[in-house]
């Protein structure tokens, strides 16, 4: 069994950071590509990053593109979301997830709540 948490949200203001993370539990966590979600009240849950289980290959959705940092760290079982020059618009839930591939996702995590001021 896998668990996912993730930690780090919380209240910025416009232009500042935040660093999530999410601790994975398994000795598997190096097999799986990991992503981050975000969902926003009232919209869309939308793919934000994702990095291979090698750390060899990230995306990042266009809306971030340029101000957000994936990372993992595999000894640890951790992965890592750098958000930089935060949006109001950023405001979400950010969710991490675990996929063994095939954009199949076998495990998520309870959310941590992001909220950016202007």
């Known amino acids: 069994q896998v668990q996912l948490v993730e930690s ?3 209240l910025v203001q416009a232009g500042g ?18 992503d981050w979600f975000r969902q926003a009240p009232g919209k869309e849950r939308e793919r934000v990053s994702a990095i291979s289980w ?48 095939g954009a199949k996702y076998d495990y998520w995590g309870q959310g941590t709540q992001v909220t950016v001021s202007s």
Not at 21 to 29: E, I
Not at 61 to 85: C, E, H, P, W
């Open 54 to 101: 090698s750390g060899g290959s990230t995306y990042y959705a266009d809306s971030v593109k340029g101000r957000f940092t994936i990372s993992r760290d595999n000894a640890k079982n951790m992965v890592y979301l750098q958000m930089n020059s935060l949006k109001p618009e950023d405001t979400a839930v950010y969710y991490c997830a675990a996929s063994s591939g």
């Open 17 to 34: 950071s935040l660093r999530l993370s999410c601790a994975v539990s398994g000795r598997t966590f190096r097999l799986y590509d990991m």
């Open 8 to 10: 780090g949200g919380g």
